[in-house]
């Protein structure tokens, strides 16, 4: 039986502070839904109904790009926690997001919040208007063994100028949707 939430509690707080991974799921209203595992020391909840999270380059950039697709419902973006531990639970979270971009205004703010990693291109910063939990029965019990740091080390060994090269190469999602290219490359602290 599902329970709906106005905002984050406690309990949903203490149970995400406890997942080494999270999910993200966006969609344009055309095209590919994504679909996206998020691991990392990545996520930050600002208060009961605003989060975000830090994104580094990888292989696409589709959740940026449906976030800024101008329609009607633009910057729709769920989120989802499980627990792989007890007790069993599912937790999502539904509501509007944005990038944030080392070149905007207000990335200092909400970047403070973080421990920037090598390779960060972005801030989704997201306001929650909705909290989904589940019994979450049937999600496995699963323990971390540890964290691949392929992506953090492969970043760290870019060439800046040729990082940024790269990263201004990609400006459209895999459906063709545009996106803003970071303009700095971020080494992590």
């Given at each position: 039986m599902a329970d709906f939430f106005d905002a984050l509690n406690e309990k949903h707080i203490a149970m995400i502070a406890a997942q080494p991974v999270f999910f993200v799921a966006t969609a344009a209203a055309e095209g590919r839904i994504n679909l996206s595992p998020k691991g990392y020391d990545a996520?930050?909840?600002?208060?009961?109904?605003?989060?975000?999270?830090?994104?580094?380059?990888?292989?696409?950039?589709?959740?940026?790009?449906?976030?800024?697709?101008?329609?009607?419902?633009?910057?729709?973006?769920?989120?989802?926690?499980?627990?792989?531990?007890?007790?069993?639970?599912?937790?999502?979270?539904?509501?509007?997001?944005?990038?944030?971009?080392?070149?905007?205004?207000?990335?200092?703010?909400?970047?403070?919040?973080?421990?920037?990693?090598?390779?960060?291109?972005?801030?989704?910063?997201?306001?929650?208007?909705?909290?989904?939990s589940s019994c979450g029965w049937g999600v496995p019990f699963m323990t971390l063994e540890g964290e691949r740091e392929t992506l953090k080390k492969a970043h760290g060994q870019s060439d800046p100028d040729a990082w940024i090269t790269k990263m201004a190469k990609r400006t459209r999602s895999i459906d063709g949707l545009p996106t803003r290219a970071t303009d700095r490359y971020i080494a992590g602290e």
């Open positions: 996520f930050r909840i600002l208060s009961p109904t605003r989060v975000a999270y830090l994104d580094l380059g990888g292989s696409g950039n589709e959740t940026h790009a449906h976030l800024a697709v101008e329609q009607a419902d633009a910057g729709r973006i769920t989120l989802m926690f499980c627990n792989f531990q007890q007790p069993a639970l599912i937790l999502r979270m539904y509501g509007r997001g944005r990038a944030v971009l080392p070149q905007d205004a207000d990335w200092e703010g909400i970047a403070s919040h973080f421990t920037l990693l090598p390779g960060t291109r972005q801030i989704f910063d997201i306001t929650v208007e909705s909290v989904q």
